[in-house]
Nanobody, 118 residues
Framework: QVQLVESGGGLVQPGGSLRLSCAVS????????MDWYRQAPGKSREWVAT???????SYADSVKGRFTISRDNAKNTVYLQMNSLKPDDTAVYLC????????????WGQGTQVTVSS
Protein backbone atom coordinates (compact mmCIF):
# COMPACT_ATOMS: atom_id res chain seq x y z
CA GLN A 1 0.00 0.00 0.00
CA VAL A 2 1.25 3.45 -0.91
CA GLN A 3 1.32 6.02 1.90
CA LEU A 4 2.19 9.72 1.88
CA VAL A 5 3.15 11.68 4.96
CA GLU A 6 3.47 15.47 4.84
CA SER A 7 5.43 17.52 7.35
CA GLY A 8 6.81 21.01 7.81
CA GLY A 9 3.66 23.05 8.22
CA GLY A 10 3.15 25.62 10.93
CA LEU A 11 2.50 29.24 11.79
CA VAL A 12 4.60 31.87 10.02
CA GLN A 13 4.43 35.64 9.70
CA PRO A 14 3.70 37.31 6.36
CA GLY A 15 6.87 37.43 4.29
CA GLY A 16 8.26 34.36 6.00
CA SER A 17 9.23 30.96 4.63
CA LEU A 18 8.40 27.32 5.22
CA ARG A 19 9.58 24.09 3.65
CA LEU A 20 7.11 21.25 3.32
CA SER A 21 8.10 17.64 2.80
CA CYS A 22 6.09 14.67 1.61
CA ALA A 23 7.56 11.21 2.01
CA VAL A 24 6.11 8.40 -0.10
CA SER A 25 6.36 4.80 1.05
CA UNK A 26 5.24 1.63 -0.68
CA UNK A 27 5.57 0.45 -4.25
CA UNK A 28 5.36 3.17 -6.86
CA UNK A 29 6.57 3.00 -10.44
CA UNK A 30 9.72 4.86 -11.38
CA UNK A 31 7.81 7.13 -13.75
CA UNK A 32 5.34 9.12 -11.66
CA UNK A 33 4.38 12.67 -10.94
CA MET A 34 4.02 14.39 -7.60
CA ASP A 35 1.83 17.36 -6.83
CA TRP A 36 1.12 19.81 -4.09
CA TYR A 37 -2.42 21.03 -3.61
CA ARG A 38 -3.93 23.25 -0.96
CA GLN A 39 -7.36 23.75 0.51
CA ALA A 40 -8.42 26.78 2.50
CA PRO A 41 -11.51 26.77 4.73
CA GLY A 42 -14.67 27.12 2.66
CA LYS A 43 -12.78 26.88 -0.63
CA SER A 44 -12.25 24.12 -3.15
CA ARG A 45 -8.96 22.30 -3.43
CA GLU A 46 -6.43 24.26 -5.49
CA TRP A 47 -3.51 22.86 -7.45
CA VAL A 48 -0.18 24.44 -6.49
CA ALA A 49 2.65 22.71 -8.33
CA THR A 50 3.68 19.49 -10.09
CA UNK A 51 7.01 17.78 -10.66
CA UNK A 52 7.47 14.68 -12.80
CA UNK A 53 10.03 11.94 -12.26
CA UNK A 54 11.93 13.45 -15.19
CA UNK A 55 12.08 16.83 -13.49
CA UNK A 56 9.48 18.76 -15.48
CA UNK A 57 7.89 21.40 -13.27
CA SER A 58 4.80 23.58 -13.42
CA TYR A 59 3.28 26.09 -10.98
CA ALA A 60 -0.01 27.82 -10.41
CA ASP A 61 0.19 31.51 -11.26
CA SER A 62 -0.64 32.41 -7.66
CA VAL A 63 2.62 30.90 -6.37
CA LYS A 64 4.97 31.32 -9.33
CA GLY A 65 8.17 33.05 -8.31
CA ARG A 66 7.57 32.41 -4.59
CA PHE A 67 7.29 28.62 -4.28
CA THR A 68 9.75 25.99 -5.48
CA ILE A 69 8.91 22.30 -5.87
CA SER A 70 11.65 19.69 -5.89
CA ARG A 71 12.02 15.97 -5.37
CA ASP A 72 14.57 13.44 -4.24
CA ASN A 73 13.88 10.28 -6.21
CA ALA A 74 16.22 8.20 -4.07
CA LYS A 75 14.19 9.12 -0.99
CA ASN A 76 10.85 9.17 -2.85
CA THR A 77 10.20 12.55 -1.28
CA VAL A 78 8.82 15.78 -2.71
CA TYR A 79 9.44 19.20 -1.20
CA LEU A 80 7.76 22.59 -1.43
CA GLN A 81 9.87 25.60 -0.49
CA MET A 82 7.54 28.50 0.19
CA ASN A 83 8.94 32.02 0.38
CA SER A 84 7.34 35.45 0.69
CA LEU A 85 4.29 33.87 2.25
CA LYS A 86 1.02 35.78 2.31
CA PRO A 87 -2.10 35.39 4.44
CA ASP A 88 -3.86 34.08 1.31
CA ASP A 89 -1.46 31.12 1.36
CA THR A 90 -3.09 29.87 4.56
CA ALA A 91 -4.47 26.40 3.88
CA VAL A 92 -4.02 22.70 4.44
CA TYR A 93 -1.33 21.58 2.00
CA LEU A 94 -1.65 18.08 0.56
CA CYS A 95 0.65 16.07 -1.64
CA UNK A 96 -0.32 13.54 -4.27
CA UNK A 97 1.57 10.94 -6.24
CA UNK A 98 0.07 9.60 -9.43
CA UNK A 99 0.91 7.59 -12.53
CA UNK A 100 -0.80 6.21 -15.59
CA UNK A 101 -1.60 2.51 -15.90
CA UNK A 102 -4.82 1.36 -17.53
CA UNK A 103 -6.21 4.35 -15.61
CA UNK A 104 -4.82 7.12 -13.42
CA UNK A 105 -3.64 5.71 -10.12
CA UNK A 106 -3.31 8.31 -7.36
CA UNK A 107 -2.61 8.47 -3.65
CA TRP A 108 -2.99 11.44 -1.32
CA GLY A 109 -1.47 12.44 1.97
CA GLN A 110 -3.47 13.69 4.95
CA GLY A 111 -2.19 17.25 4.70
CA THR A 112 -0.25 19.71 6.81
CA GLN A 113 -1.59 23.05 8.04
CA VAL A 114 0.11 26.25 6.96
CA THR A 115 -1.04 29.44 8.65
CA VAL A 116 0.32 32.82 7.60
CA SER A 117 -0.57 35.46 10.15
CA SER A 118 0.96 38.26 12.15
Amino acid sequence: QVQLVESGGGLVQPGGSLRLSCAVSGNTPIFNSMDWYRQAPGKSREWVATITSGGSISYADSVKGRFTISRDNAKNTVYLQMNSLKPDDTAVYLCRVYWFSSRVVEYWGQGTQVTVSS
